[in-house]
């Protein structure tokens, strides 16, 4: 079974400090990574994208592909209270997606 | 800016009844996604549609679901029979060029089945 795990939290980090969220995947043909964030209530909102091993940069976010280990990260720099909520990775394989269970993140003021 | 819509956005339903979710795809994507979220758990993905056929289903997708894309701007998901256990969020997704592109994701149906 394809599997997607998260830490699913809750992480806590003070404002502007830097936020650092873990997910790893079983499928090693898993082609595209994506985080995404969803607050209570509403729907997943993406932030990244990336399909090749290495960083990419977006703003705040920096998204970390690494194929061999089969892991993605996503960190957040300078943090702010609206940064709270749950961060979702998600994983293509085939014409399927999965998505992990989620890691709560809380930043405190 | 474009945005992918669903109404309604509650539905209450009796067991047992047919309930169909309607959604509209950002207007020029071509592939399209239904995905359900139970209350504290992870998005499940149930079936994914281009060129008007299903081109890949998840074992949730049995044979009490169905897509339909009825008139070139609305997507469908319909639930023949709803059970219990199918009370959830559903979410409707789409992509503008192949699957592993972004996918923009609608605000949600809340399904509770009494």
């Known amino acids: 079974q394809k599997e997607v795990e998260q830490n699913s939290g809750p992480l806590s980090v003070p ?41 990419k940069e977006d703003g705040r976010f920096t998204a970390q592909l690494n194929k061999a280990s089969q892991y993605v990260s996503l960190l957040i720099r300078d943090s702010q209270p609206s940064d709270s909520a749950t ?23 | 800016e474009p945005e992918v819509t669903q109404t309604p956005s509650h539905q209450v339903t ?11 795809p950002i207007s020029n994507h071509l592939y399209f996604y239904w995905y359900r979220q139970i209350l504290g758990q992870k998005v499940e993905f149930l079936v994914s549609f281009y060129n008007n056929e299903i081109s890949e ?8 679901f169905s897509v339909e894309r009825p008139d070139g701007s609305n997507f469908t998901l319909k639930i023949r029979s709803t059970k219990l256990e199918d009370s959830a969020m559903y979410f409707c997704a789409s992509s503008s060029t192949n699957v592993a592109n972004t996918q923009y994701f609608g605000p949600g149906t809340r399904l509770l089945v009494l």
């Open chain 1, 15 to 55: 404002e502007g400090a830097i936020a650092s969220l873990n997910c790893t995947y079983s499928d090693r043909v898993s082609q595209s990574f994506f985080w995404y964030r969803q607050y209570s209530g509403k729907s997943p909102e993406l932030i990244m994208s990336i399909y090749s091993n290495g960083d």
């Open chain 1, 87 to 109: 961060y979702l990775c998600a994983v293509n394989t085939g014409n399927q997606f999965y998505f992990g269970t989620g890691t709560s993140l809380t930043v405190i003021p």
């Open chain 2, 14 to 24: 009796q067991m047992g009844q047919e309930v169909i979710l309607r959604c509209v």
């Open chain 2, 57 to 64: 289903k998840s074992e949730i997708f049995d044979d009490q």
